[in-house]
């Protein structure tokens, strides 16, 4: 029996669990070129604002013990070119296309998802409203409950498929903030975001990158997104796709036995960009292994003490 790593969610299908995290595969083109990309569930594009922004001055990532530290800036073409440059092409691609989406403000955030409601091939949007890396909007609106409620309910009215609504570690419950974009109508979670962090050069004293404090990802997150992962999954019903320092297989195992329906690679993309496709032939060998039959028999099947 040859085991079947679909899943759906919302009533999307996808030929299996495995995505691209936002911001670490830009918008597909690059990744095209190493692998074909209907071997991902879903590929997931940089976050797309209503206009480009150039991001932060270099430096703005720097390596840490078992991670990285980025303050990009949501650097990004902005709506128009997107719609112009980069639709054209994840029209082609077999496989789901999320669009990320941020913002400063609220009506930032309705005018770009108001935008891709007109292309049927963005199968779903995934909201950003937990980016460290701006000064207004995308993490405040996310430490919120009333700002993530609002926003997610303000966006369902113009984007008609689904809205992921992404998640911020760096609130006091993830709980409290996933329940609010439940009632706003979201319909699914992306858990986690970065962790906000910092790092200094010794010798000069001075901070690692520009923005002076930056997004903490890689290995080093693994643990705290699987423990919200399953916070989420434990009180929440909607389905959730699990991010954080994912490097293999068994580390997607770790995040759909915590309640994950699927998941995202992002950091780990800069070191093996189809990485993508070698975790789907591990996961399928290990499926085999156990004698499983599908992705669910996996789903918040943790064993706990
Ligand atoms: C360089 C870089 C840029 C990122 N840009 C975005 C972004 O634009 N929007 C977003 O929602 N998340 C962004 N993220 C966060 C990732 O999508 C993901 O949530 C985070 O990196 C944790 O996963 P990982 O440990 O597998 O990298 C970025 C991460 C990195 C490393």
Redesign the pocket.
């Known amino acids: 029996m040859k085991p079947n790593l679909s899943v759906s969610i919302a009533g999307v299908d996808f030929a299996n669990p495995i995505m691209t ?4 595969c830009g918008y597909g083109e690059e990744l095209a070129v190493i692998f074909p990309l209907s071997k991902l569930g879903a590929l ?1 594009t ?2 797309i604002t209503l206009k480009p922004r150039l991001g932060h001055p270099s430096p703005r ?1 720097a390596e840490t013990s078992s991670g ?1 530290l ?1 303050a ?1 800036g ?1 650097a ?1 073409v902005g709506i128009d070119k997107f719609v112009t440059d980069k639709i054209p092409f994840l029209e082609k691609q077999k496989t789901k296309i999320i669009v ?1 989406v ?1 913002g400063s403000k609220l009506a930032e955030y309705i005018e770009v998802c108001a935008r891709l409601n007109d292309f049927e091939r963005v199968d779903m949007i ?1 909201l ?1 409203i ?2 460290p890396n701006v000064d207004e909007g995308g993490m405040e609106f996310g430490a919120d409950p009333k700002m993530t409620e609002k926003s997610i309910s303000e966006v369902k009215k113009v984007f008609s498929r689904p809205v992921i609504a ?1 998640l911020s570690p760096n609130v006091t419950s993830i709980v409290e903030i996933a329940k609010a974009a439940e009632q706003g109508g979201a319909d699914a979670f ?1 858990v ?3 962790l906000v962090g910092t790092a200094i050069d010794i010798e000069t004293w001075q901070t690692k990158i520009t923005n002076n404090k930056g ?1 903490l ?2 290995p080093a ?2 643990p705290v ?1 699987l423990q919200m992962v399953n916070a989420v999954y434990s009180k929440c019903s909607l389905p959730i796709i699990g ?4 490097q293999s297989a068994a580390d997607v195992i770790e995040f759909l036995l915590c309640g994950a329906t699927a998941v ?5 993309l800069f070191i093996q960009p189809d990485l993508p496709v070698t975790i789907e032939k591990e996961l399928k060998a290990y499926m085999k292994r156990k004698k499983l039959n599908s992705i669910d028999e996996l789903i918040g099947k943790v064993r706990k003490y």
């Open positions: 995290a936002s911001g670490c997931v940089k976050s990532t990285m980025n990009i949501l990004n990320n941020a995934e950003n937990s980016c992404k992306s986690i975001n970065s997004g990802t890689g997150i693994k997104a991010i954080g320092g994912i995202q690679v992002g950091t780990a």
